[in-house]
């Protein structure tokens, strides 16, 4: 499915719209992207794919040279810029004005076809084709941010780090609680509100009992009413002569 749909006039627009199909495809793949010229292929319906292709994009950008607002082909209703534009709206297709050049002004509604009006009111993309390198990435860039497709599909995406810090929050705990696989980079843990064991290092956990190590510990606790004595192993007694 197409993602962005690249919208222009011929004799316009068409150097531009080559550049933005180039760029984008590059960066996102080509079946991302929809222009006319090369994604229509012989013995297709013009008309039908080209509509299917704007309902079924995310973003369509409108490519504008200077003099686009003041076309009387815009006025027409079987202008084939004109339908795009308007079956993304009705489609609820996010539409972009893109800016062809330094010197094409942003449009002004008293300019434009009142079914266009709200174009005047868009934030617009620029794109210079002398130079378009910078732009295109700059488009590109706010593509990724905009659609997720995009931005899982973007090459340009910078990876997820390896190592990464993990705070892991616990919050009334009454059995036992496991951080499992492996963790690079540093570890911070806060327990709230534990009931039951909690074990963040090596070693055995001695929990309301004495522990000792060694021959011949005695521990007593409480009373004691009669004798305490050791009994050691023959072994341990001739050692210990």
């Known amino acids: 499915m197409q993602v962005v749909f690249i919208n222009y006039r011929t004799g316009d627009g068409d150097e531009a719209a080559a550049m933005l199909e180039r760029g984008l495809s ?124 995009l931005r899982r599909a973007d090459s340009q995406a910078s990876p997820a780090p390896e190592n990464v810090n993990v705070n892991n929050t616990a919050s009334d705990i009454h059995g036992t609680a496991v951080q499992g696989r492996d963790i690079g980079g540093d570890v911070g843990t806060v327990i709230k509100g534990n009931a039951g064991s909690v074990h963040a290092g090596k070693g055995d956990i001695n929990q309301n009992t004495q522990h000792f190590s060694g021959d011949g510990a005695t521990y007593v606790q409480g009373d004691n009413h009669g004798g305490v004595g050791h009994r050691f192993s023959r072994e341990r007694e001739e050692k210990n002569r």
């Open 26 to 149: 590059d960066r996102f793949g080509g079946e991302r992207v929809f222009r006319a010229t090369t994604s229509i292929r012989p013995g297709q319906s013009y008309p039908e794919r080209l509509l299917n292709a704007v309902r079924n994009s995310a973003v369509l950008l409108a490519v504008m040279g200077p003099g686009w607002a003041q076309d009387v082909r815009l006025r027409e209703d079987g202008d084939w810029v004109r339908r795009e534009i308007l079956e993304a709206y009705a489609s609820k297709v996010t539409v972009i004005p893109v800016l062809k050049g330094r010197k094409t002004e942003r449009l002004k509604a008293a300019d434009l076809p009142i079914e266009l009006a709200r174009l005047a009111d868009v934030q617009s993309l620029r794109l210079e084709p002398r130079d378009g390198e910078d732009d295109i990435r700059r488009i590109g860039d706010f593509l990724s941010e905009l659609v997720p497709e």
